[in-house]
């Protein structure tokens, strides 16, 4: 049986004439989620947001199976071995294993790596063939006939991201064979469908202007350009400037390509150097979306004085950051300092793959004509007689390749080098400027700047900071949200903002009107080693926010030392940030929140299910260790205990939820069990709610009826200081069965202790009494029970006027809370006892019931 995805979905057998494809639309859908994600668990979860979005029916789950069991039958019918060894039910989902080669898409992906790879080791017929193979499995969009959920969507934007990719390989390599006349018409058809895909407009211009039609690549650029201006109101990127400006100049070497060499003349002239005259400035043009970095422009405008000869100054930072941004318009602005030339090389262009290859090019910025030597040497000796006595800015974008940026760095005082790169270059200058993302009001600036006039922000202040935020500061997003907004006016910056709120929406969107900026994102991931693209992803699974090496160490399942290595080179690589002020005592540190979903998003598409799940219960019980240490201890990493538990309670609550989704019940029931105390003295509702309503499903799941009752009681504990008092009478009768029923002698104490509460609450004291008796002999064996019960009966004899009795419990609380070493229990048995001395008062009107639970006595009519 076949599987073909690329395009309307279609299933062949050879025991059909013809398709045997579903007809029903959420079964189509169920197998192309099952398909683009062949060989993998996906989760119920997935399957039921992606037929359902946010709104799903009650009956999903069940729904879910009979479309599972018919998909089944009906492919069953067809080919006999498809059967439930091919589409198994794998907690806590489903996958379908396949053959790679019956699935289109596993081929397509295959020959596109193997095409990229025969492209860069420079096997171009190779290279044109395997992505010709690869594009031709295309009939059109992903599953075009079937309809898109979150994942689909996801996966049809990745996909047509590496179509383009495969696309543009095909006539780069093409090129190189010196098929430029045959590609010209299929290039001007891609632009018409691609206006704003830069790099197919440059593959364009080179074929013209290889075909002796100069002029067209010219207009081909100007094009372009009125397209970007007018539409986004920024000006097109500097590799292809770059371009236009060799083929404006006539460039020769843009003529040559391995497979038509150029012919060499009978006498070869040596090179020849214009030493003066007007500096040469060969800029990429002014940004008129630049915004901000006044500080950083100061800095590096100091860095660059009295470079001492073959030094340079580096801008350092993460991919989008806006290292080229920044460099550009430093050279701008420092004409006066460079007035024998500013020049603008991009290392990351393919032609200058060497130094040889880059020096060549430089020279020929700098003025230098005729033939060029191909020795290291000579045009080293070359870039020094063309510097000499001059003051020029050279400005070398893209790379962090010591060996390619040492020999273009001037050897001339007076003149310097300006470097941009992610990392910098080990030895080659201790004049680094570090560049981060922009701080608030500056984003703000530049979305606004970059969105252009024809966006209407005036009254939409809170949308824009909003945008800006989720945004991260991060110029790459900024610029891709407001070519976004600028391609839909009609939103507003609020539609834009709900549309970037969604995590699981927001790279797509921000991809949509920017193509590369995913692959942007992504470029520094696949950079990066198999063991630093493994701990990134693992490291997406943490919450948002900063976090301790105990926690790194948990999720990567690695001892401290080895840790610290991988946390470090992940900063280095520019995929991890070191916080200096971390939350906590110690170093911290944290993933840009773009970053980390593009973590998220690698974790979901190349992380085995198995090696998910065990992540995932690492870091459950990290964090329930924590939870733990911050539920009984007075601190936690340095932080009052209260406080630690507010700073990371909204990501306890989100690990519980990715513990549920992974079918983690055991670890969702211990990690909300060690949030109970906490979640009660700050009164956090919501988050108890969230949690503990997934625990009890967890623990229902698992048959453990005494977290059941245990969970039904935190519950009823919870409605009853919402003052839902019925409710609450529900939970802890519910415990009670349960309890009774498991039997869970301590958890059935503790439910009779709920119900007291109750009691005591309306003035109901005989019924309290009558409840606790019998719950202090069920909880004798359970310190935390026995410490509920004596705090209760220790109230009841307050509220009945026999304060040594009371005493007497609250004495028996302050023993157990010593014993257990819990700090906040013991400080409340504290509080309690002074209470019942007669020391000092409570607040009129106030009664404090349990550790930081307060009532308000009624007023008096």
């Given at each position: ?14 025991a ?9 639309a ?15 668990v996906?989760s119920?979860?997935?399957l039921?947001d ?20 018919q ?18 039910t794998?907690?806590p989902?489903?996958a ?8 289109d ?28 193979r ?10 075009s006939?079937t ?11 990745r ?21 430029h006349?045959?590609?010209v018409?299929?290039?001007r058809s891609?632009v018409?469908?691609?206006p ?6 440059a593959?364009?211009?080179v ?11 010219l ?13 986004l ?12 400006q ?5 460039d ?24 003066g005259g ?18 950083d422009l ?41 007035p024998d ?16 290859g880059a ?26 007689r063309s ?6 800015l050279?400005?070398l ?13 001037p ?16 030895g080659l200058t201790d ?8 701080p ?15 966006v209407p ?31 839909r006016?009609?939103?507003g910056?609020?539609m ?16 949509a ?7 942007r ?10 063991d630093?693209r ?8 943490l919450?948002?926010g ?8 948990a ?13 470090r080179d992940?900063v ?15 170093t911290h ?6 970053w ?22 690492r ?12 539920d009984?201890a007075?601190?936690?990493a ?5 406080e630690?538990?507010?700073l ?6 989100e ?6 989704a992974?079918?983690l ?32 499903d967890?623990?229902?799941r698992?048959?453990?009826l ?10 009823g ?14 939970y ?17 104490g503790?439910?009779?202790v ?14 309290a ?17 026995r410490y509920e ?12 006027g ?12 302050l023993?157990t ?16 006892l ?25 007023a008096?009519?």
């Amino acid at each position: 049986m076949r599987f073909r995805v690329l395009g309307p979905l279609e299933v062949t057998s050879p025991a059909a004439s013809g398709p045997v494809t579903p007809r029903a639309a959420k079964i189509r859908a169920v197998l192309a989620t099952l398909l683009v994600c062949a060989n993998e668990v996906v989760s119920v979860d997935s399957l039921i947001d992606e037929l359902w979005g946010e709104n799903p029916p009650r009956t999903a789950t069940t729904t879910l199976q009979v479309y599972i069991s018919q998909l089944r039958k009906m492919l069953q019918a067809f080919d006999p071995e498809f059967g439930r060894e091919t589409l198994v039910t794998r907690p806590p989902g489903y996958a379908l294993h396949l053959d790679p080669a019956h699935l289109d898409l596993t081929v397509f992906e295959e020959l596109h790596h193997s095409g990229r790879e025969a492209l860069l080791r420079r096997d171009h017929a190779a290279a044109a063939d395997l992505q010709r193979r690869a594009l031709a499995l295309w009939r059109a969009p992903l599953a075009s006939d079937t309809p898109h959920g979150a994942l689909l969507a996801r996966t049809a934007v990745r996909l047509a991201e590496t179509r383009s990719a495969a696309l543009e390989q095909r006539v780069r390599a093409e090129l190189q064979l010196g098929r430029h006349l045959d590609l010209v018409a299929e290039l001007r058809s891609i632009v018409a469908e691609m206006p704003m895909r830069e790099e197919f407009h440059a593959l364009l211009m080179v074929a013209l202007y290889r075909s002796g039609r100069q002029a067209d690549a010219l207009r081909v650029f100007a094009q372009l350009r009125r397209a970007l201006v007018e539409e986004l109101a920024i000006e097109p990127g500097s590799r292809i400037q770059q371009l236009h400006q060799r083929i404006l100049a006539g460039d020769g070497e843009l003529l040559r390509s391995p497979a038509v060499p150029a012919p060499v003349p009978a006498v070869v002239p040596g090179p020849r150097t214009v030493p003066g005259g007007p500096g040469t400035q060969q800029l990429p043009a002014r940004d008129p979306a630049f915004a901000g970095r006044t500080e950083d422009l100061d800095r590096l405008g100091v860095l660059l004085r009295d470079v001492p000869a073959g030094g340079c100054v580096a801008v350092a930072g993460a991919a989008g950051v806006g290292k080229t941004a920044l460099a550009v318009a430093a050279a701008h602005e420092l004409d006066a300092r460079f007035p024998d030339g500013r020049v603008f090389v991009e290392l990351t262009d393919p032609d200058p793959a060497s130094p040889v290859g880059a020096l060549r090019e430089l020279l020929g910025r700098l003025g230098v004509s005729g033939p060029l030597p191909s020795d290291l040497g000579e045009l080293r000796s070359l870039l020094r007689r063309s510097t000499e006595g001059r003051r020029v800015l050279l400005v070398l974008d893209g790379s962090g390749c010591a060996e390619l940026i040492r020999p273009l760095l001037p050897a001339t005082s007076g003149s310097t080098a300006l470097v941009t790169c992610r990392r910098v270059p080990a030895g080659l200058t201790d004049r680094v400027l570090e560049l981060n993302v922009l701080p608030p009001d500056e984003a703000r600036e530049l979305f606004v700047a970059a969105a252009g006039r024809r966006v209407p922000l005036r009254g939409a202040e809170a949308q824009v900071r909003e945008v800006a935020e989720l945004c991260g500061g991060l110029p790459l997003a900024l610029r891709a949200a407001a070519a976004r907004l600028a391609s839909r006016p009609h939103w507003g910056p609020k539609m834009l903002a709900a549309r970037l709120r969604d995590e699981r929406r927001r790279l797509p969107e921000l991809t949509a009107a920017a193509p590369g900026f995913h692959d942007r994102l992504r470029s520094s991931y696949e950079e990066a080693p198999p063991d630093l693209r493994r701990a990134f992803r693992l490291l997406g699974l943490l919450p948002a926010g900063p976090f301790g090496p105990r926690t790194a160490a948990a999720v990567l399942g690695e001892n401290p030392a080895r840790t610290g290595t991988v946390l470090r080179d992940l900063v280095e690589a520019r995929l991890l940030h070191r916080v200096a002020d971390g939350p906590t005592r110690g170093t911290h540190h944290r993933l840009h929140d773009l970053w980390r979903l593009l973590a998220r998003e690698c974790l979901a598409n190349e992380t085995p299910q198995p090696a998910l799940r065990a992540a995932t219960a690492r870091m459950a019980a990290g964090f329930t260790e924590q939870a733990l240490a911050a539920d009984s201890a007075a601190e936690v990493a340095g932080l009052p205990a209260l406080e630690w538990f507010a700073l990371h309670q909204d990501g306890l609550v989100e690990v519980v939820q990715a513990c549920h989704a992974a079918g983690l019940w055991a670890q969702s029931v211990r990690l909300a069990d060690a949030m109970t105390g906490m979640l009660e003295a700050r009164a956090a509702w919501e988050a108890w709610e969230a949690c503990h309503g997934l625990a009890l499903d967890a623990a229902r799941r698992l048959e453990d009826l005494a977290a059941e009752a245990r969970l039904l009681r935190s519950l009823g504990d919870l409605a009853w200081q919402r003052r839902e008092l019925t409710a609450a009478a529900e939970y802890y009768e519910g415990a009670l069965l349960t309890a009774d029923a498991a039997p869970a002698l301590a958890e059935r104490g503790r439910a009779l202790v709920g119900l007291a509460d109750l009691q005591l609450d309306t003035g109901g004291f005989e019924g309290a009494a009558a409840l606790l008796s019998p719950a202090l002999d069920a909880v004798s064996g359970h310190p935390r029970g026995r410490y509920e019960a004596h705090r209760a009966l220790g109230l009841l004899a307050l509220e009945t006027g026999r304060p040594a009795e009371a005493e007497g419990h609250f004495t028996q609380c302050l023993d157990t809370a010593g014993a257990l070493g819990d700090t906040r229990l013991e400080s409340f048995a504290r509080r309690c006892l002074s209470r019942a001395r007669g020391g000092a008062p409570a607040p009129a009107g106030w009664t404090e019931l349990r550790p930081g639970v307060w009532r308000l006595a009624a007023a008096p009519a």
